[in-house]
């Protein structure tokens, strides 16, 4: 029972259609105004959110890319705002291919497939490969354990894993997981039940290599699967085929790309394809709701290990952009929504452009770098939203109506452990403004109209811009006016190494007759603070 509801007033458009939205015509379209009840207190069928709810990915093979102090800095202006440290997955195709050699005195060589930068290749490792996993002392890292060849080479593997054991010092505190293989759907004539037999065996080697015992064993993620429809298999299969009767595994996995294939790369397709919720909302019921149902039926959390906006040749202006940071938050907040424990945005290798920041110069004139990217604040909000402190909160998403408005999400966050009470609303306009082609006078808004409980007599409000909405790439890689910032903060290569610099804004937005009205301009999100 619910002693109270609360009514959320939002703006907007009338008889917006559901189709291509031009971006030009956002500011057009009169507003209306749709109310939604908001329960005051925690209902039964929200999620609660794992205070590691945020992490990042790195491909394996360059994973030395990114021991720096730059990388490091990013990593820990995210874990400041996150009460336990967030999880990087070190895992990728590259992963499964390694060869381990230790006699080789070099870092690694590329010995074939897409050399030198591919994520495709074969690359022999010497022991000092495993310098680059005492990076991040602010995180945990998944380790990945090689499984391409099936049935896998143990040596090869219980090699690999030891020495990227030893790297963390041993200390099962500072390791995540270890990953059992990657995308094995794609493996060569492999099924789910061959895929959860090897794993299987190369677990229990594993545990013999590094000697867990008790609870200990219980360490190992599974499936990794691949989000592509021409995949085999599913983390529901993998989980069916009796992959954890063993009670060894800790989690799930599965790969989510929203774009794929060839496309024109117009503001049109990132509006209809990747700013929209509801084709956000409609990928992950009809390709992961399946398995998220069949993970938490298992006691498993499900890991979304690998993201992106983008799979594929898309410019950088596309894939790198605020866009994909806007589409960042909205996945993220409705992965929340679903039950989804942990999400793991790209920080990839430094030659994809789809990324959060790029680590070093060896991405060249393709990615070029180091450079923090417009996406990078993304993680920062999410944190922000999950919340720092003892308790945790749970999520419940707001219904807007996809069908007639899909460009618009709302998400509310409740204290899940003491009084149930609301504490966070966030809000996201997904409408593409794009400021290159578009004068700001033009941007059109959303006026949201929050009731509050009684004797409230202001909210606070804090706003993740870019003056050039979709388009900003962000200052290191576009100058100041491609800033991004989330409540006045912004993180740079150039300015802070990472570390983060401003004044945060806190917006003080008055009680009006028990509401408050907020104003978000397309292509902006904005987190509310009821307490």
Not at 228 to 247: C, P, R, T, Y
Not at 384 to 390: A, N, Q
Request: hydrophobic share 40%; charged share 20%; with cysteine.
């Amino acid at each position: 029972m619910h002693p109270a509801i609360y009514i959320l007033s939002i703006g907007l458009p009338l008889a917006q259609a559901a189709g291509p939205l031009q971006s030009n015509d956002n500011n057009n379209v009169k507003r209306a105004t749709q109310t939604l009840k908001i329960d005051a207190t925690k209902p039964t069928d929200s999620f609660t959110v794992p205070a590691d709810f945020v992490g990042f990915g790195i491909e394996s093979a360059f994973l030395n890319n990114f021991h720096n102090d730059f990388s490091a800095n990013l990593v820990s202006s995210l874990r400041q705002r996150m009460s336990q440290p967030p999880v990087i997955r070190v895992g990728g195709t590259s992963g499964d291919k390694f060869i381990f050699d230790p006699d080789q005195k070099e870092v690694k060589k590329c010995v074939a497939g897409d050399c030198p930068q591919g994520s495709d290749a074969t690359y022999r490792l010497g022991p000092s490969f495993c310098e680059g996993y005492k990076a991040f002392p602010d995180a945990r890292i998944s380790i990945q354990a090689p499984m391409q060849e099936s049935p896998t080479p143990l040596n090869n593997t219980l090699a690999f894993v030891r020495c990227a054991w030893d790297a963390r010092g041993g200390d099962a505190s500072k390791v995540a997981a270890i990953a059992l293989g990657n995308e094995p759907n794609f493996y060569k004539d492999t099924t789910a039940a061959d895929y959860a037999k090897d794993a299987i065996r190369v677990q229990k080697a594993i545990i013999d290599e590094l000697g867990l015992q008790g609870d200990g064993r219980r360490f190992f993620e599974v499936a990794n699967t691949a989000s592509s429809q021409d995949a085999k298999f599913g983390v529901a299969d993998v989980l069916k085929a009796g992959i954890n009767e063993n009670k060894l595994s800790n989690s799930a996995a599965d790969h989510y790309y929203q774009i794929s294939g060839k496309h024109d790369w117009t503001d049109d397709e990132m509006q209809t394809q990747m700013l929209s919720h509801r084709a956000i909302t409609e990928r992950l019921q009809n390709r992961y709701a399946a398995s998220i149902a069949a993970s938490r039926a298992a006691g498993l959390p499900y890991i979304m290990s690998e993201t992106a906006a983008v799979l594929g040749g898309a410019p950088l202006s596309f894939m790198s952009g605020f866009g994909y940071g806007l589409w960042a938050v909205d996945f993220g907040l409705a992965c929340m929504a679903r039950g989804v424990s942990r999400v793991m945005n790209l920080a990839g290798r430094p030659v994809a452009g789809r990324t959060f920041w790029v680590p070093d110069p060896t991405g060249g004139d393709k990615s070029p770098g180091p450079q923090v990217r417009a996406p990078y604040p993304a993680a920062i909000f999410l944190a922000d939203f999950v919340g720092k402190g003892e308790g945790l909160g749970a999520v419940k998403e707001l219904d807007l109506g996809a069908a007639d408005h899909p460009y618009l999400s709302a998400y509310a966050m409740y204290d899940a452990q003491q009084n149930g009470k609301l504490e966070r609303v966030a809000l996201v306009n997904l409408r593409l403004y794009n400021g290159t082609r578009i004068s700001s006078d033009q941007r059109g808004a959303e006026t949201f109209r929050v009731p509050v409980s009684q004797g409230v007599q202001s909210v606070k409000v804090r706003r993740l811009h870019a003056d050039r909405g979709a388009a900003a790439m962000g200052y290191d890689f576009g100058g100041a006016e491609h800033n991004v910032t989330w409540a006045g903060q912004q993180w740079s290569y150039s300015i802070d190494q990472g570390k983060g610099h401003g004044t945060v804004v806190d917006e003080e937005v008055k009680v009006q007759d028990g509401v408050a009205a907020v104003n978000i301009p397309d292509s902006e999100a904005v987190i509310i603070f009821l307490r």
